[in-house]
């Protein structure tokens, strides 16, 4: 079974503060020009989206330095119970310690705030994980770490510590994933970027089960 968990790419949809808003308009008509072609106008950060290393790391990767390989393969399913507004960490992630030493490459973080993606609380006080457990999950393998938040840093917080730590390490942050809870604890994962070059590019995030 295919599972999606990209959110939709509508005109006017939610991004972060201060990213390039979505415009999806008429370009081209059928009954003017013989076909039907849209315009699209947003960011390289919109909807589901992968952060390459560039985004926050002077002189880091940009995708076209990313390739498919590092972005499909076996995925673990992190489940949190964490309130709005706070930092989830280790013990969040690994309540009863049985996680082993060797992770897969992909980490799928679920909080279940993609349920609030349409909804204002999800930029300041969605949840946000701590940078030392970011730390660990890379120390264990995790080559790609996936929220369903806007970002695993706190938006409109100080600095990016998880994207320092993540980013900095030439690893991958995806973000805005959703139906993550749905997920068997271990699942293949696929996220399928547009080919741009630059710090970051939408993607269709797949779960196979």
């Known amino acids: 079974m295919i599972h999606d968990l990209s959110h939709a790419v509508t005109d006017g949809m939610p991004v972060y503060p201060g990213d390039p808003e979505v415009h999806i308009e008429e370009g081209l008509t059928i009954a003017a020009h013989g076909v039907d072609v849209a315009r699209m106008s947003m960011g390289s950060h919109t909807g589901t989206h992968v ?28 489940r949190v119970q964490v309130g709005e507004g706070e930092t989830y960490g280790w013990r969040d992630l690994d309540p ?13 973080i679920s909080t279940g705030w993609d349920a609030f993606f349409t909804d204002d609380r999800r930029r300041l ?49 995806v973000e805005n994933v959703r139906g993550v809870a749905s997920l068997p604890d271990r699942v293949r994962v696929g996220f399928f970027p547009l080919k741009i070059s630059g710090d970051g590019a939408p993607v269709r995030a797949v779960a196979f089960t």
């Open 51 to 78: 952060d390459a290393p560039s985004h926050t790391v002077p002189g880091g990767r940009t995708m076209a330095s990313v390739g498919l390989d590092e972005l499909v393969g076996d995925a673990i399913v992190l």
């Open 96 to 108: 009863y310690g049985t996680l082993p030493a060797a992770l897969p490459s992909i980490a799928l």
């Open 125 to 173: 006080r969605h949840p946000a994980l701590d940078p030392t457990a970011a730390r660990t999950l890379v120390d264990r393998g995790v080559h790609v770490i996936a929220v369903d938040t806007l970002s695993p840093d706190r938006t409109g917080g100080a600095g990016f510590p998880v994207h320092d730590v993540v980013l900095g390490s030439d690893h991958l942050i």
